[in-house]
């Protein structure tokens, strides 16, 4: 149903790529089993996160008691006993137990192996190996299995045997994009007299995002590839090297210039204007990574004449790190005098009427997750439409990130809890039934 006044290709879109109408869809890897022994990773879990929205049947393999990923939440809270970590990854998979310590675990493993599509494992490199467990010994069961390994440092290399776990902290530290993020040190300063111009961590676990994100796009490959050729293979992707691509020009600027990159605050060293600016309410991102687009916010707030606007020829003058200083302070000056609804409507209405219209600076509101959650715009797009789960209740997720007209992706359950599929997939799977999985639980194997 168009809305009112929505334009004809407008109306085209929200026909085929409603949320809404995702589960009369076909699923774009319905016919995919993916195995997730992911152990205390975000990567692994978020990686089959991804996958289990298209559809592929996962199988989360957890140990009796269940991964450390459900311990993790905010002040502790807990939500139906889950923490509200876990509850964002969940979705859409099933939930097994199995000890892979013991020997008979792992001969259950291999039987879900020669019946699966993809093996995603985050253990340290050699684990798998050690327990029989490594892409030789199940290429032999399944030559189709893609095996898909995320480990911090990777599975060969000077470090891939390092004690050093494979958490998101470690990854921003060791991958160098972290070196140059957060505030300047005042010249002839020191922490003493600083101690907030201190590297500063990014937000939640994008390390782990990172690496979860690389690994999936991989799997697709992966999944291309024996399409074309039957064969399968073993992939292997390190976290620090995955995020550490986020980095972009700064390696090629060190290795053709000599320049380290280092840390320049709100501000960036590629250009000049990109950066958050306080305004009365809050504060809003400045995007004007064109010369005409610098020109039309010193315009937009009335200072064409006074900075000499008109006579501007070239932005790199401007990205020069003392000239960010000097014009820093003069533009949040400007800002400070407008609430964020303020800044929007006039580069909105610059746009239509300015000087150098259409051109127009890029304003965009810091918001809160509040704001987000409540924004209309998503709210229309269904990314936070409230999902009821049979087991956690009525929950808001991240959902529908993808529209697709096709094969959507959709929420089908939010979790599960530790081991609540076990009889479900293993008689499915190994023809298990309940007086078999008494055994294997008495006997700690499942």
Request: hydrophobic share 40%; glycine share 8%.
């Amino acid at each position: 149903m168009a809305e009112m006044g929505e334009p004809a290709w407008e109306h085209w879109a929200r026909e085929r790529n409603d949320p809404k109408a995702a589960r009369l869809k076909a699923e774009a890897l319905d016919d995919v089993t993916v195995l997730d022994l992911s152990y205390k990773s975000y990567a692994g879990c978020y990686c089959s996160s991804m996958l289990a929205e298209f559809g592929a049947e996962v199988l989360r393999v957890e140990p009796p008691g269940g991964d450390f990923l459900r311990t993790c939440t905010p002040y502790g809270v807990l939500h139906h006993g889950e923490g509200l970590n876990y509850l964002t990854e969940g979705r859409n998979k099933f939930h097994i137990t199995l000890n892979l310590e013991k020997p008979e675990g792992r001969e259950i493993l291999k039987g879900l192996v020669s019946q699966a599509d993809v093996l995603i494992e985050t253990y340290r490199p050699g684990v798998m190996h050690d327990w029989g467990l490594g892409y030789e010994h199940l290429c032999e069961i399944n030559p189709r299995l893609i095996l898909a390994s995320i480990t911090a440092f990777g599975q060969f290399g000077p470090m891939s045997r390092s004690r050093m776990p494979d958490y998101d902290n470690i990854i921003q530290a060791r991958s160098g994009a972290q070196y140059d993020t957060g505030e300047m040190m005042p010249e002839g300063m020191s922490y003493d007299d600083c101690p907030w111009a201190i590297p500063t961590k990014a937000g939640p676990w994008i390390g782990w995002v990172q690496a979860g994100t690389f690994m999936a796009v991989g799997i697709l490959a992966a999944l291309h590839w024996r399409a074309l050729t039957g064969e399968g293979q073993a992939l292997d992707v390190a976290s620090a090297e995955a995020y550490a691509s986020t980095e972009d020009w700064a390696a090629t600027w060190y290795q053709g210039a000599g320049v380290i990159s280092e840390r320049f605050g709100n501000l960036n060293t590629a250009g000049w204007l990109y950066c958050f600016a306080p305004t009365k309410d809050g504060a809003v991102f400045l995007g004007g990574l064109r010369l005409e687009m610098w020109q039309a916010f010193a315009d937009m707030v009335g200072k064409w004449e006074e900075w000499g606007a008109a006579s501007w020829q070239d932005l790199a003058v401007f990205s020069e790190r003392e000239e960010q200083l000097k014009w820093a302070p003069l533009v949040f000056a400007e800002t400070r005098k407008y609430t964020n609804e303020e800044l929007v409507a006039m580069s909105v209405d610059y746009a239509r009427n300015g000087r150098l219209a259409p051109i127009t600076p890029v304003v965009a509101p810091v918001c809160s997750p509040e704001e987000a959650m409540h924004d209309a715009n998503w709210l229309d797009r269904g990314v936070f439409a409230p999902f009821h789960d049979p087991v956690y209740g009525e929950l808001v997720v991240a959902q529908a990130q993808y529209k697709m007209t096709e094969t959507p992706i959709r929420t089908k359950w939010v979790c599960r809890p530790v081991g609540y599929d076990n009889e479900h997939i293993y008689l499915k799977y190994m023809s298990l039934g309940p007086r078999r999985l008494e055994a294997l639980r008495e006997a700690g194997v499942i």
